[in-house]
């Protein structure tokens, strides 16, 4: 199976080994462009939707706030590809207002 992974720069660790597993398994791997690649934000989006293209299913490692993460998920939810959830971080700050706030009428 054709992989790519798409994610939050900051997780790149976790890309790195769960690109391992995965080659481990017997898969095609790839990863994207990152933020701190040598593109400007277009040819970073380009460059993913070309990935995405390729796989067969796309695995996420993500932080649930990087909007370019979020554009390369909807991009596979478009193309009808498979997705993989490998990490989504747990904390956001709508967890805070929601547990802090109070609903008004």
């Keep these: 199976m054709k992989i790519a992974i798409i994610g939050s720069t900051q997780y790149y ?23 701190d ?5 277009l040819q970073i989006m380009t460059f993913n939707l070309d990935l995405i293209k390729w796989a067969d299913r796309v695995d996420i490692i993500w932080d649930c706030r990087s909007t370019c993460t979020w554009g390369d998920f909807c991009m596979a939810f478009a193309l009808g590809k498979e997705v993989g959830i490998v990490y989504l971080e747990e904390k956001l700050m709508r967890d805070v207002v929601v547990n802090y706030g109070k609903e008004v009428i």
Excluded at 13 to 35: N, T, W
Excluded at 37 to 41: I, V
Aim: proline residues 4%.
């Design 37 to 41: 690649h040598d593109m400007d934000a």
């Design 13 to 35: 660790s976790k890309f790195i080994s769960h690109k391992a597993d995965m080659e481990q398994l017997g898969h095609k791997v790839r990863m994207p462009a990152l933020d």
